[in-house]
């Protein structure tokens, strides 16, 4: 499956964003926007480039993330970062549920497989779906993940998980690749400027373990 995945064709995420802004900006639009975030780190570039563009709140559900005090302080920090960052508009917060037995489920069978491998991509689909389905459910106008700054996540699984989510729950998938433009590099000087904590793994348990 992942090899069939890999065959598709490349697309350039950044110029089909790119284009959407564009629209919205000519028709004098600011649409909202569930904004899935993995952690303060990454959602610092993020929210700094796309609130210009969007009413924007920001959805914390990371039920892989272990444990729970890990959890807890990067909850809080990203809260803190919400409220300290300098941008265009106000940002909301909305914390999911944390029940890391799902994540667990879903990680059944597949613990020994390497980081950036079949596990991740599920993990991207568990925590991307109750984005889609809490966006459609407060009817936002677009949903996205954080998760496509950081060098070891797959910015072609998270878009193609995020169209499959679109056509499923009927709310708009904001393409994304946010480690062009420098992104990844910018969220680094971000985080030194706010003092963020920067934990040195995905979250998992698995991650930790490699």
Known sequence: ???ERKNLPKENYQRQLDHILEEHEK?????????????????SYVLEYLSAFFHITVFYFNPNIS????????????QRLIGEMKLPRPVSFLEGAYHPEDFFAMAKGMEELPEKGERCYHCYRLRLRETAQTAAQNGFD????????SPMK????INEIGRELEREYQVKWLSSDFKKKEGYKRSIALSQEYGLYRQNYCGCVFSRRD
């Open 1 to 3: 499956m992942i090899q």
């Open 27 to 43: 028709k004098n639009e600011t649409p909202s926007l569930l904004l899935h975030s993995c952690c303060a780190p990454c959602s």
């Open 67 to 78: 444990p729970r005090e890990e959890y807890e302080k990067r909850v809080l920090e990203q």
């Open 142 to 149: 677009y949903f996205c993940t954080t998760l496509s700054i």
């Open 154 to 157: 797959n910015a072609r699984w």
